[in-house]
Every structure is written in C-alpha cells, then in structure tokens.
Nanobody, 115 residues
Framework: QVQLVESGGGLVQPGESLRLSCAASQSIFSFYPMGWYRQRPGAQRELVARITSQGMTTYDDSVKGRFTISRDNAKYTVYLQMNSLKPEDTAVYYC?????????WGQGTQVTVSS
C-alpha cells in the first residue's frame, strides 16, 4: 500500500505563488508516473499536470506557463509550483501515483485564491 501525503496549500491573493508537495511512503515512487489533480467546488476532479518516471511532463491548458510539476526521486516527492495564481485555481489539490491498473491518491490540500 502506497501512502501519499500532500502539503503546501493555503490562502493566497491573485498573482501570488504556492508550492505543493506530495510525499510517497515507498521507494517504488521513482518507477511510476505521478499526477496533480484538482477538484473545484461543484466540479469533477480534473488533471492539472502529470510527470512520468523519466520526467516527461504534460499540463492542462489552463495552467500552462504558470504551473510546473517536478519530482525528486531521492526524496520520494513530487512538487507543483503554482505561479500567477487566479481565483479560478481555487480547489482541493490531490496527487496520485499510477501503478499499472492501481491508482493511489493523497488526502488533498486546499488552495484558495482570493483577494
């Protein structure tokens, strides 16, 4: 069983930055893709960014140029650097690990962008 623990959420003003972290409990972390998803109020969970074990990244169009996903395999941690935050980025952010047919999720961290 892989455990994922997110941190780094909070309340910020529009235009500010946050960095989310997601720490995995096992060394298998380095072999699998990781993703950041978000769930906005009243909406379904959606993919924000994804990174493969080799470091290839993909982003939702709404965050391209503002968000950066990265991973540190030595620390079993994936990050989401969020710059130029907008009110519409307000959501609960979740990380996941894709291990073949099994997907593991963290508990989520709240990000609120408001003036």
């Amino acid at each position: 069983q892989v455990q994922l623990v997110e941190s780094g959420g909070g309340l910020v003003q529009p235009g500010e930055s946050l960095r989310l972290s997601c720490a995995a409990s096992q060394s298998i972390f380095s072999f699998y893709p990781m993703g950041w998803y978000r769930q906005r109020p009243g909406a379904q969970r959606e993919l924000v960014a994804r990174i493969t074990s080799q470091g290839m990244t993909t982003y939702d169009d709404s965050v391209k140029g503002r968000f950066t996903i990265s991973r540190d395999n030595a620390k079993y941690t994936v990050y989401l650097q969020m710059n130029s935050l907008k009110p519409e980025d307000t959501a609960v952010y979740y990380c996941n690990l894709e291990r073949g047919p099994i997907t593991y999720w963290g508990q989520g961290t709240q990000v609120t962008v408001s003036s």
